[in-house]
């Protein structure tokens, strides 16, 4: 869900149902009643059984839905910016993998749906997708199903779903860990046996360019814009000889030059090996007011398993 000024937008995700006698279940309700064909949206490439349901509605008059659209999809991924939904859904194209992208506007309480499109490669999470002056900038990592090699691509995207920009053949080989969008300019974090972190110029829609890439041991599975010039990173040290990985790891990025990025400080917490961070955002508290941050971290600690 989300909330802009007194409206909530509502996304749930629902299977259609198979054989005659299940009929209803490709029809969408909401309120007991169903969606009227025009509130019905698919792709005609769509290979789905799932469909996202988006409904809106007024705090201060919650009685209805002020409106409500629904969109053949199954919503693997979902960015939600002050105008607009993006949900992505990662299919299986000839020979590279692809990824749908569904398009909904949406402003005091009304949805209207843009449209679709494809490109190659899949999404990591929400924070691969961001809107910046109206136009949408994304990092897909692709597989070539028949060699099995990957390949990373950063596209600009129109308000009208065309690609404007692009990037291709980042960091062959290798996967996409997390991404952070800044204003003009994307971070990414992709990983093999050391961690290149990106950092790529994105003033110019059409013609996106990369300033530069450090290469550090481990990896970060999530980025945040911490201060002015400070990107934090939290992720995995790991050996590169070996490729075992040695715990827990904290790093300090300085990103006021933008072409030459440096990991300002960096912390191992080796006695560590998990944590939600890793893959949830919402499990990290972070206060740059009080200059602190904080996650619940796995471990071991003298033979005993451990959580501090």
Do not use: W
């Amino acid at each position: 869900s989300r909330k802009n000024g007194s409206y909530v937008y509502v996304f749930t995700s629902e299977y259609a149902g198979a054989g005659e006698e299940r009929i209803r279940s490709y029809i969408p309700y909401a309120q007991d009643r169903p969606l009227p064909c025009s509130d019905i949206y698919y792709s005609p490439e769509a290979d789905t059984d799932r469909m996202l349901i988006v409904t809106a509605l007024d705090t201060g008059a919650p009685g209805r839905f002020t409106d409500k659209k629904a969109v053949f999809c199954s919503g693997d991924t979902m960015y939600v910016s002050r105008h607009a939904v993006y949900a992505a859904e990662s299919i299986y194209g000839e020979g590279m993998s692809q990824t749908e992208l569904f398009k909904l506007s949406y402003q005091e309480g009304k949805l209207e749906a843009e449209g679709s499109m494809r490109f190659l490669g899949r999404l990591n999470n929400q924070f691969s997708m961001d809107e910046y002056d109206g136009y949408l900038r994304l990092v897909a990592t692709g597989e070539d199903y028949r060699s099995g090699s990957q390949v990373n691509s950063l596209y600009v995207i129109d308000k009208d779903l065309e690609i404007v920009g692009s990037i291709h053949n980042l960091a062959p080989d290798e996967r996409i860990y997390s991404a952070r969008f800044m204003g003009e300019v994307g971070y990414f974090v992709t990983f093999r046996e050391t961690d290149p972190l990106f950092s790529v110029d994105l003033s110019d829609p059409g013609a996106p360019k990369v300033l530069g890439e450090l290469k550090i041991t481990g990896f970060s599975s999530y980025l945040h814009g911490y201060s002015e010039g400070r990107l934090l990173g939290i992720g995995e040290e790991i050996n590169p000889r070996t490729g075992e990985m040695e715990g827990l790891k904290l790093s300090m990025f300085n990103t006021e030059d933008p072409h030459h990025v440096t990991e300002a400080d960096k912390k191992v917490l080796g006695e560590y090996y998990s944590s939600a961070a890793l893959s949830n955002h919402k499990a990290v508290l972070i206060d740059t007011e009080q200059n602190l941050f904080g996650f619940l971290a796995c471990g071991y600690e003298r033979g005993a398993e451990a959580e501090e």
